[in-house]
């Protein structure tokens, strides 16, 4: 596998990933950063999940000021019968919802079923928020059976870590 490239026009991509949607990083207006705050940049993972799920799951996570969304699609290789792209819908409801909400969108799959199996697909989630992130900035994974419950005071705990 080679290293995610960038260019102004197209997303990080790799010689077995494809790249189906990318949109620019605006501000959430659901969110309360301001241009001094880390930006939060949400890793999404899934895999022949629910539309109505994901949307959910990506909706719950609004009120923490997310920035941008890299969503990774594909089975791990020891699941059977997995495939290395989820439905259409799956993809639209995730585009639906960045749109909705104001959040920056980049949409990746696989062309085969990630070998490496999770640890694989996680480690190129983080290689993708490299060329999105700014240094300072957070990172959040969340995969798609996944709500936020209860928003309140986790950018203000956040942080607080930084001045440990």
């Known amino acids: ?25 605006t501000p959430n207006s ?3 950063s301001t241009a001094s705050d880390p930006s939060l940049i949400l890793l999404f993972s899934w895999y022949a999940e629910r539309p109505d799920w994901i949307a959910a799951a990506l909706a719950s996570t609004a009120p923490l000021g ?22 259409t819908s ?8 960045c749109n909705a909400l104001g959040i920056g969108l980049t949409l990746h799959w696989p062309q085969h079923p990630w ?11 983080f ?23 209860n928003p309140r005071g986790i950018r203000q705990r956040l942080a607080a870590t930084a001045e440990i």
């Open 1 to 25: 596998m080679t290293s995610p490239t960038s260019s102004s026009s197209a997303a990080p991509a790799t010689a077995d990933t494809k790249q189906t949607s990318e949109q620019d990083a």
């Open 30 to 32: 659901a969110g309360s």
């Open 66 to 87: 997310i920035t941008h969304v890299i969503a990774l699609d594909g089975a791990y290789f020891l699941l059977p019968q997995g495939r290395p792209r989820s439905s």
């Open 90 to 97: 799956e993809h639209h409801a995730i585009i639906e919802t």
């Open 115 to 125: 070998a490496g199996n999770e640890l694989e697909k996680r480690t190129t989630l």
């Open 127 to 149: 290689r993708y928020a490299d060329q999105v992130a700014k240094p300072g900035d957070w990172l959040l994974m969340w995969d798609a059976d996944e709500l936020m419950t």
